[in-house]
């Protein structure tokens, strides 16, 4: 079980507002990555975020450009995952290949509220605060591989070793 | 079994039949890339082999902070030339030639039934050429350039069908528009969307352009029309390799069909700040703003900059306004130098931007301040984007940019068509 503090948003958070267009053309480290967060969804969420925490949100989760930077910004800043009805298909498969988890749940996006604490537990499936239970969908078994081996570099370098490349 | 478009490009690809749902892995055609291929470098090192498998695939453009705004984008830009270089990729188009969708275009990498991925999410658009083009992000970007390889899920298939004809001052933008509004930016999540019914053919190049790139906005893996007269008018002059031509069979599966009726539609524009949230014109007419842009990838073609010119000849920009004008690409620049359109947009006040994406993606070359509004032909109107949280986009065709920059306030053109 891994706990975190929730911060709700709500449908088609985008990427511009995850992870400005400004930035996206920079060589940023991590940290600085982080900084910039949600900047201009919430600029409170960069300043408080802290290891662990979660993000919930409706549907379409991610849409818009194909910056990984996107998913890499809430990975550098702790987030262990992102809970959403559902997520855009470019952001979806950036967060699988860079190793931040991307949850489906039907309701736990209506349910939970910023500040709520819950605890993610990737084996069982569930997000759980006091006593309510919320299930996610399992990644699809054609991925797992990937998020197995810690994201597409690694599972590429084994891939092409295993190939005697 | 009767097979849609996508499943019959990924089963070829796959060499074997593969259903909606399916997942492949793939060899693509063309992996392109743009000012994020320093990125993409980055990733490829860290997978640790010293040359990309296939250089003659790997497509670099260089649009989005052209010419270099600053130090950063300047070092950005050299690191892939050096790359470049030392990788002996042959396809590799510097700062001069404009946007990358519309260049690799032009230089027809885009052909029936090629499999194209691309690190841009509009990288849809080559769909307008019967191409299956997707995009993907930068990582994946590099495991293709050291495995020539990618997993890909097949998808299923929204079917758009188009009958009547384009009443006068409204445009396959205003058309593309109203499906984003009515059916909501996820409609196509995962799915392809195919545009077609008897009047796909009302649609020119240009036009097929601006709805394939668009289909992104609905979340779309991927958008074409079915190739057609236009199509090999097009291909005839230009086509670099041998193709290959899919069509879904009669009697497929579909996810849903919509219909819609050209000739019942009016000029449409999506308000701030998501695309779907679309009105007629009509409805925020005389809504004051501060500038006008027309260009980018999805309306920045020599079509476009006649309508701009139509309205704008022997006229003048209202003072309150400022109105960029960017040629999608260097092809399409020397075509309106040639015709007269820059003169006649100059002439009317309007500020010629050099080929590439400009401020559309809010990194440099007029960008807006807290507080203002833009009119915009581009594809997104998300909070932020073109510069300040606190600005507004407003998407639309580039007929109703231009009659909104000459009267400094929101306006419907079909009084100047």
Same mark, same amino acid.
């Given at each position: ?55 919930? &949100? ?52 209506? &349910? ?36 197995? &081996? ?12 295993? &190939?005697?490349? | ?417």
């Amino acid at each position: 079980m891994s706990k975190g503090r929730v911060w709700k948003y709500g449908d088609d958070v985008n990427t511009d507002v995850i992870f400005a267009g400004k930035y996206t053309y920079q060589q940023l480290e991590p940290a600085e990555m982080a900084k910039r967060a949600l900047e201009d969804l919430d600029p409170a969420f960069a300043k408080n975020v802290k290891p662990g925490d979660v993000i919930v &949100a409706g549907k379409n989760f991610g849409c818009g450009s194909s910056r990984e930077q996107a998913a890499a910004c809430l990975r550098y800043a702790g987030v262990q995952a992102v809970v959403a009805k559902s997520f855009s298909r470019i952001y979806f498969r950036n967060a699988i290949n860079l190793g931040l988890a991307v949850l489906q749940s039907s309701d736990a996006p209506d &349910a939970l509220r910023t500040g709520d604490e819950v605890d993610v537990d990737f084996a069982a499936g569930t997000i759980t605060r006091g006593d309510r239970i919320f299930a996610f969908f399992p990644l699809p078994a054609s991925v797992i591989g990937i998020v197995e &081996a810690g994201g597409l570099i690694e599972w590429t370098k084994k891939k092409l070793s295993a &190939a005697g490349g | 079994m009767a097979q849609t478009f996508s499943e019959k490009v990924l089963s070829r690809k796959a060499g074997r039949s593969v259903r909606a749902g399916e997942v492949v892995t793939v060899a693509p055609d063309y992996c392109l890339s743009h000012d994020n291929s320093s990125a993409i470098i980055a990733e490829f090192k860290k997978i640790g082999v010293p040359k990309v498998k296939a250089p003659e695939k790997i497509v670099i453009i260089l649009d989005h902070i052209v010419p270099a705004a600053d130090e950063k984008y300047a070092q950005n830009h050299k690191t892939i030339r050096e790359f470049v270089k030392a990788q002996g990729i042959p396809n590799f188009f510097d700062i001069q030639h404009g946007v990358c969708h519309q260049v690799l275009s032009e230089a027809s990498f885009a052909l029936p039934g090629k499999v194209i991925m691309g690190s841009d999410s509009h990288t849809t658009t080559y769909g307008a050429f019967g191409a299956f083009a997707a995009g993907i992000g930068r990582t994946e970007a590099a495991s293709i350039w050291a495995t020539d390889e990618i997993w890909l899920r097949v998808p299923e298939t929204l079917r758009v069908e188009f009958r009547g004809r384009f009443a006068p001052g409204v445009f396959a933008k205003d058309a593309i528009l109203k499906i984003i509004g009515d059916h909501g930016a996820d409609r196509a999540n995962y799915e392809a969307v195919e545009f077609t019914g008897p009047s796909a053919n009302e649609f020119n190049i240009s036009s097929r352009m601006t709805l394939a790139n668009m289909a992104a906005e609905m979340g779309a893996k991927n958008g074409y029309f079915e190739v057609d007269d236009r199509t090999l008018a097009w291909l005839k002059r230009r086509a670099r390799a041998e193709f290959e031509i899919f069509a879904s069979d009669p009697g497929v599966a579909y996810e849903a069909v919509l219909e819609y009726d050209l000739s019942a539609l009016e000029p449409q524009i999506a308000c701030p700040h998501t695309v779907d949230n679309v009105k007629p014109v009509r409805e925020v007419e005389g809504r004051p703003f501060h500038q006008a842009l027309i260009g980018t990838c999805t309306n920045g073609r020599l079509e476009d900059l006649k309508v701009a010119a139509r309205i704008l000849k022997g006229r003048k920009i209202h003072p309150d306004v400022r109105a960029l004008v960017l040629p999608a690409s260097r092809e399409v620049y020397l075509a309106a130098l040639r015709q007269g359109l820059i003169e006649i947009l100059s002439e009317a006040g309007c500020v010629i931007l050099n080929p590439g994406c400009g401020p559309c993606l809010g990194a440099h070359l007029g960008l807006l301040a807290a507080g203002e509004v833009v009119v915009s032909t581009s594809n997104r109107n998300f909070k932020g984007r073109m510069g300040n949280r606190d600005s507004e986009i407003y998407l639309a065709s580039p007929a109703t940019a231009a009659a909104s920059a000459l009267e400094g306030k929101i306006t419907d053109p079909r009084k100047f068509l």
